[in-house]
């Protein structure tokens, strides 16, 4: 099984400011990662698939970068709705596919 | 636009089964592939199983396999997850969300996402 770990943990930033997510596999999955944002109470909304490609109605603050092991997602300015729970999930290969532990990103 | 709306939460004891619900409107079911996701009280995301988008193969986890059943209902566009065999582990939100995958659909990302159905196992 491919392991996903997220860093950090959480994550404390000021609105307007920039906020950079961590994600590792423990195996190359290429570029079959995606994004997730889940808000307290509701299901995970996609952000980004292909490592780097918005999903529909997602704003351009939101950008994915990475291959292979090592993923990044960066929050350009944080705005007050983007205060949440980022998870990653690899899907390199059927029947598989993992999620990271998640990170929070709350108000400093 | 998809939309998926799941049955409402269910307390169940241990070694019962349970049956969730997932109604889709605003498309087809038979053109989506839905999958289950679960998450525990306080904890990550576990991808349970579903349906794969190109061939239409019903896959399980690995951790599921023996009981659990995806099935689905296309005359009500309704998908469903039954799990057996309840434990304490098995408390959790289960989400349904519909799979996409890219041109070589090596795995698939998930969205939309129903809106959760809490199961709660408890003697």
């Known amino acids: 099984e491919i392991v996903m770990t997220q860093s950090p943990a959480t994550l404390s930033v000021s609105p307007g400011e920039r906020a950079t997510l961590s994600c590792r596999a423990s195996?190359?999955?290429?570029?079959?990662l995606a994004w997730y944002q889940q808000k307290p109470g509701q299901a995970p909304r996609l952000l980004i698939f292909?490592?780097?490609t918005r999903a529909t109605g997602i704003p351009a603050r939101f950008s994915g970068s990475g291959s292979g092991t090592e993923f990044t997602l960066t929050i350009s300015s944080l705005q007050s709705e983007d205060f949440a729970v980022y998870y990653c999930?690899?899907?390199?290969?059927?029947?598989?596919?993992?999620f990271g532990p998640g990170t929070k990103v709350d108000i400093k | 636009q998809v939309q998926l709306v799941q049955s409402g939460a269910e307390v169940k004891k241990p070694g019962a089964s349970v049956k969730v619900s997932c109604k889709v409107s605003g498309y087809i079911l038979t053109e989506l592939a839905m999958h289950w996701v679960r998450q525990a009280p306080g904890k990550g995301l576990e991808w349970m199983g579903g349906i794969h988008p190109e061939d239409g193969e019903t896959i399980y986890a690995q951790k599921f396999q023996g009981r659990v059943t995806m099935t689905e209902d296309t005359s009500t566009d309704t998908a469903y997850m039954e799990l057996s065999s309840l434990r304490s582990e098995d408390t959790a939100v289960y989400y349904c969300a519909t799979a996409s995958c890219g041109g070589d659909c090596q795995g698939a990302w998930f969205d939309p996402w129903g809106q959760g159905t809490l199961v709660t196992v408890a003697s």
């Open positions: 999930q690899q899907y390199n290969n059927w029947p598989e596919f993992t």
């Open positions: 292909g490592a780097s």
């Open positions: 195996q190359s999955v290429t570029s079959n």
